[in-house]
């Protein structure tokens, strides 16, 4: 949701920065269509998913130039030991890196609802991170 969120957040904003915008997973084995209530929240707050499957994180699309965002410890965590691009220059936990104190929810098996709120949380968490890479 974090990619589709930040890329809306640019559009709302009126801003066309020159970067690349990409979600990348670190569990799956093949492309997946995204989480049913994933894209019903996103959907409901009018960003087309259509078309969309995750894909695998790899190596072999970090450049110098990348920066990287978890949504929580672990997910940074599991980019730095079992990848060789991560690295503590490059690979962040995107809520931390703003100057939240707390990370984002994973909303996984829960009631739509809580993805609900995690749209809302990831919704300030970008528009901070805007704010921030355009200072």
Not at 14 to 35: S, Y
Not at 43 to 51: D, Q, R
Not at 97 to 106: H, R
């Amino acid at each position: 949701m974090a990619a589709f969120i930040m890329k809306k957040n640019l559009d709302e904003m009126g801003l066309d920065l020159p970067v690349e915008i990409m979600a990348r997973g670190l569990f799956q084995h093949f492309p997946e269509p995204l989480n049913p209530k994933s894209e019903a929240v996103l959907i409901g707050k009018g960003i087309n998913t259509e078309g969309y499957h995750s894909e695998k994180f790899s190596d072999d699309e970090v450049t110098d130039k990348t920066i990287m965002f978890a949504m929580d410890s672990n997910g940074r965590d599991i980019l730095l030991s079992d990848y060789s691009s991560p690295n503590e220059d490059n690979t962040f936990v995107l809520s931390y890196f703003v100057g939240e104190e707390l990370e984002t929810l994973n909303p996984y098996g829960e009631p739509i609802m809580t993805y609900g709120l995690c749209y809302e949380a990831l919704k300030a968490t970008t528009g901070k991170l805007i704010e921030k890479i355009t200072e």
